[in-house]
């Protein structure tokens, strides 16, 4: 036998009708925080009643003064024109290492006066140069050349200075520079190895061509730009040879 069971019957205000019920229940105000404004009907974001995209618009077209690639200027004042390369803010010069360069290879021609500025680009794109002609050989010297770059110039940098004495005004910067772009001839060494057979007269007599022209290169730029470096010729080449021959034995053996 099932159980009954009493259920209360509902009751609905207004007459018994729930839509009138519910209608109130919207009408009801929503509580809101103490010293806080209602939400506005018009947007959705408190106190953001404004069109956004019209903003945006007039911004964007006042702070950059038109559409981009139409020569506007920036907000510093100077347009897209008026910026330096990119290359020219980091301070390589292609135009000016490609003259450096082609200087050195004239061994009887060279003009110092390119050189009395100098830069550290050209001889790190040799250095790379030779670090990567050495792989192609089956060498892994970076960092062997690397070192033997550093102390090079730096026992360069010392002895020139040494024998101008009080009058010697050679940098290590422009030593640097000077000693690095006369790699040249090493580098272009290197590169002819890879097609030679190792050992043989041939050898031996490439790499001492190669030294003497990267000496002679080396030693008219040192003289040119060292103040009575006239004086001191044979010594400093000397000891740029010494300089470029161990690094002919490095591409040779």
Wanted: proline letters at 7%.
């Amino acid at each position: 036998m099932s159980k009954q069971f009493a259920i209360p019957p509902v009751v609905f205000p207004s007459g018994g009708n729930p839509t009138a019920a519910g209608s109130n229940i919207q009408q009801r105000r929503i509580p809101t925080a103490p010293f806080q404004s209602p939400p506005s009907s018009a947007s959705s974001i408190p106190f953001m009643s404004f069109d956004i995209g019209s903003a945006a618009a007039s911004t964007s077209g006042s702070f950059y003064g038109g559409p981009i690639g139409s020569g506007a200027s920036l907000p510093g004042g100077t347009g897209f024109e008026d910026e330096e390369p990119l290359l020219d803010e980091l301070g390589i010069h292609p135009d000016q290492i490609w003259r450096k360069t082609k200087s050195i290879l004239h061994p009887f021609r060279v003009n110092p006066e390119l050189h009395k500025e100098s830069d550290m680009s050209g001889p790190f794109l040799l250095y790379v140069s030779l670090s990567l002609f050495q792989l192609l050989a089956g060498k892994i010297q970076f960092g062997v050349i690397l070192g033997w770059i550093i102390v090079s110039f730096l026992f360069l940098y010392v002895v020139v200075n040494m024998l101008a004495g009080r009058n010697g005004n050679m940098e290590l910067h422009r030593c640097a520079s000077v000693v690095g772009y006369s790699m040249l001839p090493v580098v272009i060494l290197s590169a002819i190895m890879l097609f030679v057979p190792q050992g043989g007269t041939l050898v031996f007599g490439l790499a001492a061509l190669f030294v003497l022209w990267a000496t002679r290169v080396c030693t008219g730029l040192m003289v040119a730009l060292l103040d009575g470096g006239d004086e001191h010729r044979a010594l400093i080449a000397y000891a740029c040879f010494l300089v470029y021959t161990l690094f002919s034995f490095l591409v040779i053996f």
